[in-house]
């Protein structure tokens, strides 16, 4: 889902509320998240998931075209992780549709 269907679909659900509010709603519920994220904080949803920054040490790698090795400094990546509810709900064994 894009962040646009997401607006759509919240708007939708709130029919009385206008979808440049929205959407500027969603933006800064993105925005903070990343920013929390980028400070070091870890961010949870309770029932959905959390996410938070990993820190990566430097090593050695390959350039997969020509194979030669290259050093890849010390980084911090985004990581996400599901809650035990979210991962109850995708993996809930759902009957196919038998039209």
Same mark, same amino acid.
């Given at each position: 889902?894009?962040?646009?269907?997401?607006?759509?679909?919240?708007?939708?659900?709130?029919?009385?509320?206008?979808?440049?509010?929205?959407? $500027?709603?969603? @933006?800064?519920?993105?925005?903070?998240?990343?920013? /929390?994220?980028?400070?070091?904080?870890?961010? #949870? =949803?309770?029932?959905?998931?959390?996410?938070?920054?990993?820190? $990566?040490?430097? @090593?050695?790698?390959?350039?997969?075209?020509?194979? /030669?090795?290259?050093?890849?400094?010390?980084? #911090? =990546?985004?990581?996400?992780?599901?809650?035990?509810?979210?991962?109850?709900?995708?993996?809930?064994?759902?009957?196919?549709?038998?039209?």
């Amino acid at each position: 889902m894009k962040r646009s269907e997401l607006v759509l679909a919240i708007s939708q659900q709130y029919p009385d509320v206008k979808i440049e509010k929205i959407d $500027r709603f969603v @933006r800064i519920f993105f925005d903070c998240l990343a920013e /929390a994220i980028a400070r070091g904080e870890t961010v #949870r =949803v309770r029932g959905l998931c959390s996410f938070h920054a990993r820190y $990566r040490r430097p @090593r050695l790698g390959r350039n997969p075209k020509t194979g /030669a090795q290259v050093s890849v400094s010390s980084k #911090r =990546v985004p990581f996400f992780q599901a809650s035990r509810t979210l991962k109850a709900l995708v993996n809930r064994q759902v009957p196919l549709d038998e039209s």
